[in-house]
């Protein structure tokens, strides 16, 4: 009796055995959703995972909630790959130099993105690479909204218009990295005032002035978030950003009088540029030198704007306005501020580099590197792919919205096609 008492105790063992512990209980959606903000990495993944095996067995209950998820979530800007191969071999480069070549045209090509207001960008170099990596934020493909009578309100661009919009982006990116940069010497209009000792270039009232600002300033910014050219509706003023006085400080504009024939255009064809500096008094300076056919020219343009701000545009950019005190000659010295400053140093370079007119020193080709920014793989849009198919009607609805949701649910679709058409790792082994 005990003997066979202890064989079903050894039995039951055994099977106990077998059959191994209880499996853990799934976790809850809430509980899933929460560990979304806390994981990171691997735990992350899993997460996204987990959430996904739920869409696909209750998407009416899952993918409601993800979307509410991805509504909140931050849109970040959006991010453009790009990955530049300099023909180094061509010019004959060794691959042992090919590091240093490399940090040459970085060195021009981040000077020439600050110069055109694209930011600082990031580059990526590697031994013995003739590759450069780069990543530049660009902005969100937006247009008039047809709805808004009063012309203010955006809406975000969709199919044929959106693919246009960014084509002709990324072709004007690559070609002004790969263009010399230029300049010009323009005089400053101020408004017109009773009381002036300079008469005002403004050939009109101050209502008319401020509302030559007001109505230029949308298209001033639009074109500047755009990274494109402004263009004035005048032939003789335009609306200018200048400089802001700090990094990170409050735009300023400037109205410029335009050069109305060849006598009043100076820079890049007739001027050039060195660095100078000061030993007595530390000060960096711009050192222009005219060419000497033009100096008579330049001294009698000059001669009737004595009073009047001095602007230097560069690639577009009013980088700084001084005021004309006396007539130009052939070397013109324009100070940017003390030597010791670490961003006047920046500022300098950034100028030198930005507006040489000597072109790149190596054939450059750039290709897209990754159309889809990672900085809009929110963790929703990951575990809204990681449904999979369940989730793409919820998703194509929402991408007719107009708005700012219009433009999350796209992103979203095309990172869940993505997933869709990449073949899961292992999946065709037994």
């Not at 693919?163 to 010399?180: D, I, Q, S």
């Not at 017109?192 to 270039?201: F, G, H, R």
């Not at 509706?233 to 409050?250: E, W």
Request: proline content about 8%; some cysteine; charged content about 30%.
């Amino acid at each position: 009796m005990i003997l066979r008492t202890l064989g079903t105790a050894v039995l039951c063992v055994a099977l106990l055995s077998a059959c191994g512990d209880d499996p853990e209980p799934e976790q809850s959606l809430d509980q899933l959703l929460e560990q979304l903000d806390q994981y990171r990495g691997a735990e992350l993944e899993e997460t996204i995972q987990a959430i996904g095996r739920l869409g696909v067995a209750d998407p009416e209950s899952v993918v409601p909630r993800l979307i509410d998820r991805m509504r909140d979530e931050r849109l970040d800007p959006l991010v453009l790959n790009l990955r530049l191969q300099v023909d180094l071999a061509g010019a004959g480069i060794e691959p042992a130099r090919y590091a240093d070549a490399c940090k040459t045209v970085v060195r021009i090509l981040a000077a020439r993105l600050r110069n055109y207001g694209y930011g600082t960008g990031t580059f990526k170099t590697t031994a013995r690479s003739d590759v450069i990596d780069l990543r530049v934020p660009r902005p969100h493909p937006v247009e008039p909204d047809p709805d808004d009578p009063t012309g203010q309100k955006t809406r975000y661009m969709r199919g044929d218009a959106r693919n246009a919009y960014e084509t002709r982006w990324l072709r004007t990116l690559l070609g002004r990295l790969e263009e010399p940069g230029t300049f010009s010497l323009q005089i400053v209009v101020d408004p017109p005032e009773e009381n002036a000792e300079v008469a005002s270039l403004w050939k009109g009232s101050r209502e008319s002035f401020d509302r030559f600002v007001e109505e230029e300033t949308p298209r001033l910014e639009k074109a500047f978030e755009e990274r494109r050219a402004y263009e004035s509706p005048r032939s003789d003023f335009a609306l200018a950003r200048l400089r802001p006085a700090q990094p990170g400080g409050p735009v300023r504009r400037v109205v410029l009088r335009q050069p109305l024939s060849d006598s009043e255009r100076f820079g890049t064809s007739n001027i050039s540029v060195r660095r100078g500096r000061d030993t007595e008094t530390d000060q960096l300076h711009l050192v222009l030198t005219v060419n000497d056919d033009e100096v008579d020219a330049i001294r009698a343009w000059s001669e009737q704007h004595i009073g009047r701000g001095l602007a230097l545009v560069a690639n577009g950019r009013t980088e700084l306005v001084v005021p004309l005190r006396e007539p130009l000659g052939k070397t013109i010295a324009l100070g940017l501020g003390p030597a010791s400053d670490p961003q006047v140093r920046t500022w300098m370079e950034g100028i030198m580099v930005g507006i040489s007119s000597v072109p790149l020193p190596y054939v450059l080709r750039g290709e897209v590197a990754s159309d889809l920014p990672p900085g809009l793989l929110t963790p929703a849009v990951r575990a809204l792919a990681a449904v999979g198919e369940p989730a793409a009607p919820y998703l194509v609805k929402l991408t007719r919205d107009e708005g700012e949701m219009g433009e999350r649910a796209t992103r979203a679709l095309e990172h869940l096609r993505r997933r869709l058409l990449t073949p899961a790792p292992n999946q065709n082994r037994r």
